[in-house]
């Protein structure tokens, strides 16, 4: 198990337990203490626990996500693969928002070299996004939320409701058949809500995992959506009642 993978793991248990031993987790990860408090530390860092005498406890809030520089190491070749199909989708000309989030990143890095007029709804999109010179790149103002560089409040929702976008691509915390598409903070699915009542084409890109969680906000219904990007974790079922409804579906 590479440290990446054990960090995983570690996460996991702390979000499951509240709580956990570096000589429990020594023997469970079959690696040595020392490794076990160098990946504690390192998570400490991101801010998903604090350290405390033998172990360490969770920093999260019920249902909180995990620091960016975590969420972007997570299932990065998927999310690669889905930025691609989803930069292919879009057509040289169009006007579009790249929502904020790691699978927003993936996309807006894919947007390379495209004629393409761009709102990119993350400092870190945007940054990407600066450097193109095809790319006609529209910022939309507003406050930045600490650790994650998402574009949010009132400014930000106005800038984007006074214009008209060919796409949305969307990201999301969390999706399902009954619950919709959410979000884990109020203020981004605020945004992103505003983003997709801009467009005229919503195109959700979620890695699979994402069926099997439900956040806090709700952003939309599954009805409102046109095109669903996503990866072969994703459930049977789910996929089979997106088609069902209309959507457009894509597997990678």
Same mark, same amino acid.
């Given at each position: ?81 889905? %930025?691609? &199909?989803? $930069? ?6 169009? @006007? ?6 790691? !699978?927003? +990143? /993936? ?86 809500? %505003?983003? &997709?009542? $801009? ?6 890109? @979620? ?6 969680? !439900?956040? +806090? /906000? ?35």
């Amino acid at each position: 198990m590479d440290g990446a993978d054990r960090r995983r793991e570690i996460v996991e248990r702390i979000r499951r337990d509240g709580r956990v031993a570096v000589t429990e987790l020594s023997l469970q990860l079959e690696t040595s203490e020392v490794t076990v408090r160098r990946d504690l530390d390192v998570l400490a860092e991101s801010g998903v626990l604090l350290r405390i005498r033998g172990g360490a406890v969770s920093q999260l809030k019920r249902g909180e996500e995990l620091p960016f520089s975590m969420r972007e190491l997570d299932g990065a070749d998927a999310k690669e693969r889905i %930025a691609e &199909v989803a $930069a292919s989708l879009v057509r040289d000309g169009e @006007a579009i928002v790249v929502d904020s989030g790691t !699978t927003g +990143l /993936a996309v807006a890095r894919a947007l390379g070299g495209r004629r393409l007029t761009v709102m990119p709804l993350s400092l870190q999109a945007a940054t990407v996004l600066s450097g193109e010179a095809s790319i006609s790149l529209l910022l939309p103002g507003g406050s930045t939320r600490f650790g994650e560089g998402s574009l949010v409040g009132p400014l930000t929702e106005a800038n984007i409701a006074s214009l008209r976008f060919d796409t949305v691509v969307l990201t999301c915390c969390g999706v399902s058949v009954a619950g919709g598409v959410t979000a884990h903070d109020l203020q981004e699915a605020a945004v992103k809500r %505003a983003a &997709v009542k $801009a467009a005229s084409r919503t195109m959700l890109v @979620a890695e699979g995992a994402k069926f099997a969680r !439900t956040a +806090l /906000a709700v952003v939309c219904q599954l009805d409102e959506v046109d095109v669903v990007i996503t990866d072969e974790d994703a459930p049977r079922n789910a996929i089979s009642a997106l088609e069902g409804m209309g959507i457009e579906v894509h597997i990678v």
